[in-house]
């Protein structure tokens, strides 16, 4: 009979670890990416004063954008995609944060993902997750998500005065496939990633952005489209990375 | 040791149903029985939203339910009456904050067949639809995040959406599925044409004439683009004439390109006599007007339609379009619009 009981104790343990798997990571490599919002060197703070590659003041009371499907790709061009789409909202540290996620062990050098969202989910609103219309992030007469939200005041450079801002980046020629190197190489190691956005390299580099007479755009005019060609442009320029692996 | 074996063999189902992943047990929701008119094709449901039971109450209560707009005082009823065919009499609907629109609302019949909604396309699919008369600052004026919030802090709706979908938690992709679900059964098949189609009745002499028009492409050719047989509309975008430069650049405005100015969904003729004004700014009071309109109003623009640029304008008779207006009415479906099931 004791050993009837200990026989039941013993299948009991075995059932609760067949329910917590992979406790043992030693032979597994994990990898999550933090978003940084910078400008220049320094962390960005919403409804802070910045003056841009135009030389004209400017904030931000709000900064949202997606970025989808990215991937690791090793030596070997080999890829892992590390999340599909991703929304982040500079309001909502936790949007900053990315999910750990398990990766093969390997040497990685790119980075790769796009900003906003590919043409497969762009055009529907019956979405969950990032996606939920719920983040007010999609235009709900046109269907087709915001890629990019920056809304907030600048000073005109032609009357002095303070003026609203609204760019609401989109549509699926918007969409702005990224690449960045980056030197991981792990082997069963936790690693961190360090995605850099700098709001003002957005607006300078290689194309300049004067606010001034061009601050109100919601990306489905025609009249939009030669603004969304210059800041697709900028958009790989905006973005750096680093990583290191991550000792407990 | 007889009672902890006993509570071992206890706790050991526990466990295993401990590691059975945790949903709790909701039945699922029961299928609706969605029954197609003879005549009509069949309808295209997406696989991520089967029409239920359930799922088609819950539309309906949210179709009508205030709680979608700012101040809690339009629904979706507000504007898409029944009894009109599910528009609004008026020309121009009012928003909750008293503004007016520049286009007439649309009938909501037979939408299960199109794929595109509003009168530009805009949006793509019913379930996106859902969002734009929610948002829209001339129509309901509300976010989706508060409506999502107040259905959650809702003392009844959580388990409705439980009933329907399975999770308490409200979810603007529910509302959305919820919506167009109860926007799916809203089917006309019965009206004095499809009886007269199904030999159950006959159609008057001059109804006859009128059909015959319709479809005589020397004549109404309003089968072209108001497909004759079921759907009563081919739902392209297509620029009708009505103006030589269209102050509303319709489908343009959605695909940016230039052959699209003035463009406008084809509109489905079905109870097409309730559904007035019509256009989609609701110019035309009377359907008469409208024949009149592809008879001899329309006028000439780069992109005017080729059916309308190559018809020659007083090709019928004011007695051949009353015909034609009598042949209209034949679409009039008085159990559509007094179904107990849409109210």
């Known amino acids: ?248 | 040791m007889k009672k902890l074996i006993v509570a071992l063999l206890f706790i050991f189902p526990l466990l295993f149903v401990a590691c059975d992943k945790g949903e709790d047990e909701t039945p699922a929701a029961t299928p609706y029985n969605l029954v197609i008119p003879e005549g009509l094709p069949p309808m295209n449901i997406p696989s991520t939203n089967p029409l239920t039971v359930e799922g088609v109450a819950l539309g309906k209560r949210l179709f009508y339910d205030p709680v979608l707009s700012r101040d809690n005082t339009q629904s979706c009823a507000s504007c898409h009456l029944q009894e009109y065919g599910f528009t609004d009499p008026n020309q121009f609907s009012t928003g909750i904050d008293g503004i007016q629109g520049q286009r007439n609302a649309m009938p909501l019949i037979n939408l299960g067949w199109q794929s595109k909604f509003f009168w530009d396309g805009g949006a793509n699919g019913m379930e996106s639809q859902v969002m734009g008369p929610i948002t829209n600052p001339i129509e309901m004026h509300e976010t989706m995040a508060n409506v999502v919030a107040k259905l959650n802090a809702n003392a009844e709706y959580p388990d409705l959406f439980k009933a329907a979908f399975g999770s308490s938690q409200v979810t603007s992709q529910n509302i959305m599925r919820a919506i167009a679900q109860f926007e799916r059964i809203l089917i006309s098949g019965n009206s004095k044409y499809d009886q007269y189609m199904r030999g159950e009745t006959l159609l008057s002499a001059q109804e006859l004439n009128g059909k015959a028009l319709f479809e005589d492409m020397e004549k109404g050719d309003c089968s072209h683009c108001h497909t004759m047989g079921s759907t009563f509309s081919d739902f392209e975008f297509r620029n009708t004439g009505l103006d030589s430069i269209s102050v509303d650049e319709g489908r343009y405005l959605i695909t940016l390109n230039e052959s699209d100015k003035g463009k406008f969904k084809t509109p489905s003729l079905r109870n097409v006599e309730l559904t007035g004004p019509y256009m989609h700014d609701g110019r035309f009071q009377t359907l008469l007007e409208c024949v009149e309109h592809y008879n001899t109003g329309f006028h000439y623009s780069a992109n005017l339609d080729p059916n309308l640029y190559f018809a020659v304008k007083g090709r019928m008779t004011q007695q051949e379009m009353e015909d034609v207006v009598a042949f209209l009415k034949t679409l009039t479906d008085m159990e559509f619009v007094n179904n107990p099931e849409f109210h």
């Open chain 1, 1 to 248: 009979m004791k050993q009837f009981a200990l026989l039941l104790i013993a299948l009991c343990t075995i059932t609760i670890s067949s329910c917590r798997k992979d406790l043992d990571t030693k032979c597994k490599s994990y990898t999550r990416v933090n978003v940084f919002n910078v400008i220049g060197q320094n962390e960005f703070h919403l409804d802070s004063t910045y003056t841009n590659g135009a030389g004209e003041a400017y904030n931000a009371y709000m900064l949202k954008y997606y970025i989808s499907h990215m991937k690791l790709v090793n030596e070997n061009g080999e890829r892992v995609e590390l999340y599909e789409h991703e929304l982040i909202d500079h309001s909502v540290p936790t949007s900053l944060q990315l999910d750990q996620v398990e990766i093969p062990d390997g040497h990685y050098t790119s980075l790769e993902f796009n900003l906003g969202v590919d043409s497969l989910h762009n055009h529907s609103g019956d979405q969950a997750g990032d996606l939920d219309p719920m983040y007010g992030m999609i235009w709900t007469w046109n269907t087709g998500y915001i890629f990019f939200k920056h809304e907030g005041y600048f000073t005109s450079s032609t009357s002095g005065t303070q003026q609203p801002l609204i760019y609401h980046y989109g549509t699926d020629r918007a969409l702005a496939p990224i690449s960045l190197p980056i030197q991981l190489h792990v082997e069963g190691n936790k690693s961190i990633i360090q995605l850099q956005f700098d709001l003002n390299k957005l607006y300078s580099n290689p194309n300049t952005i004067a606010f001034t007479g061009n601050n109100n755009h919601q990306s489905l005019s025609a009249g939009d489209i030669p603004w969304i060609n210059e800041l697709r442009a900028n958009f790989p320029n905006a973005f750096s990375v680093n990583s290191f692996l991550f000792s407990e």
